[in-house]
């Protein structure tokens, strides 16, 4: 706490040198606030802050090097009683959770006003926090649809995370191949790492990987996302209130021969319906796709198959019937016995 006859020092940093020159302008006009010391990037605010010990770190939530949350962590660790403000334009909701759960005091969107920065500068130097009334608004309905939210699985926590190239679908995909959160995690870290099992098993150079119509462009942004400090940490926050961060349908069990395969299905099956073909082959590590071509891998036919079928003998794709298909996926039938 700040004696209230000193000057509150603060360190500010920003990425955007007249972001930095206008806020550390109202600051320093302010009576007994002064900005000691200014960064351009993450990993400087580090540096800065164990070089200065400033009484609040004023920080943007995007920099290079470290981002925001990054930063609050990093300094946390070392100065476990820093008092920190967030201030910036991104107010999606993992961003405003990961400041916050990595220590942050404050949290305002850069539009709040000078009335309202100079306030949270003062409760953050008195160990007291000050959060937008718009997102504190936000939080509070989150919080309050907690209890319901908790039992709903890992595609409506993704789903809800609002990640960019992730909507229903692709976040039901992601929780039916990795299971959990723990090993959505864990992959993310490989694949933003460039490992390349990790990036040929789902964007590989030619053709889709195990979850269909997931391109390289997007596995990238989707990825890098949920390797950020943000995320994660909103995810450690979800556990620990007891939110189900495991998916409530079945996890695929990689089956060769089918595994990174792409089928379509055609026709009237015998016994199986197409859509109980299609969930046991996404199950089995398979990708199901709508039209054949030159990548597909497999035609599964029926009754009645049509042009697909045309089309599979025309290009040289291999042919199942129902009996074909069983025995590629009876693999998965041993390992579930």
């Known amino acids: 706490m700040i004696e209230s006859s000193s000057s509150i020092r603060i360190l500010l940093a920003d990425d955007h040198a007249i972001v930095r020159s206008g806020v550390a302008q109202i600051l320093n006009d302010e009576p007994g606030m002064s900005v000691v010391a200014q960064a351009a990037d993450g990993a400087e605010a580090v540096e800065l802050f164990a070089l200065y010990r400033p009484d609040v770190a004023l920080l943007d939530l995007r920099m290079p090097k470290l981002e925001g949350a990054q930063v609050v962590e990093q300094i946390r660790g070392r100065f ?3 008092s920190i403000v967030i201030l910036t ?7 405003v959770y990961g400041a916050l759960k990595a220590g942050a005091r404050g949290f305002l969107l850069k539009d709040a006003g000078p009335e309202l920065l100079v306030q949270a500068i003062h409760a953050a130097a008195n160990g007291d926090a000050l959060i937008s009334p718009d997102i504190t608004r936000r939080l509070l309905t989150t919080l309050a649809g907690l209890e319901r939210a908790k039992g709903r699985g890992l595609a409506r926590v993704l789903v809800g995370l609002a990640i960019r190239h992730v909507g229903e679908t692709m976040a039901e995909d992601l929780a039916g191949y990795f299971g959990s959160a723990e090993e959505l995690l864990a992959f993310a870290r490989r694949y933003t790492g460039g490992e390349p099992e990790a990036v040929q098993q789902l964007s590989p150079d030619k053709g889709s990987g195990a979850i269909e119509g997931l391109a390289r462009k997007s596995a990238t942004s989707i990825f890098a996302e ?6 994660r940490n909103v995810f450690a926050g979800l556990a620990r209130a007891g939110v189900s961060l495991v998916a409530t349908t079945a996890r695929r069990a990689a089956v060769a021969g089918v595994a990174g395969k792409s089928f379509v299905l055609t026709g009237t099956l015998p016994q199986l319906k197409r859509s109980e073909a299609a969930e046991r082959i996404k199950r089995a590590g398979g990708k199901v796709s709508g039209s054949v071509s030159k990548n597909t891998d497999y035609v599964v036919a029926g009754d009645e198959a049509g042009s697909k079928l045309e089309k599979a003998v025309e290009l040289g794709v291999t042919v199942l019937d129902e009996a074909g298909l069983l025995q590629l996926l009876s693999a998965e039938a041993a390992g579930a016995s």
């Open 80 to 82: 476990p009683d820093a």
């Open 89 to 95: 334009t991104y107010d999606i909701d993992s961003y």
């Open 226 to 231: 949920l390797d950020s400090a943000a995320v």
